[in-house]
């Protein structure tokens, strides 16, 4: 299996969606909350190239958009 990281923020509409499926289907990945974890923030920032959250790191490969990352599950799981 890959490595999983999530990054995210509470308050993110776009974030609730993605953990709200996760929950629902049983998967369970790192969680980086970009808001209370400064190192995470520049982790996306410097990997992803720009702060927007959900992103998911794939093996280190980040992919953003929260449609995107629910099909990359649905795909993968
Ligand atoms: N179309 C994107 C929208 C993501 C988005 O707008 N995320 C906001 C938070 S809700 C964000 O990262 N904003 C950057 C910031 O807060 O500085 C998706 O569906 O994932």
Same mark, same amino acid.
């Given at each position: 299996m890959p490595e999983l990281v999530l990054y995210y923020f509470e308050s993110c509409p776009f974030c609730q969606k993605v953990l709200r499926y996760l929950k629902k289907r049983? @998967?369970?990945? *790192?969680?980086?909350? *970009?808001h209370q974890d400064q190192e995470a923030k520049k982790e996306l920032i410097e990997v992803g190239g720009k702060y927007q959250? =959900?992103?998911?790191? @794939?093996?280190?490969? =980040?992919?953003?958009?929260?449609?995107?990352?629910?099909?990359?599950?649905?795909?993968n799981y």
């Open positions: 049983g @998967i369970e990945v *790192t969680l980086k909350n *970009t959250v =959900p992103c998911l790191f @794939i093996d280190g490969e =980040p992919l953003y958009e929260s449609d995107d990352i629910i099909q990359w599950f649905e795909d």
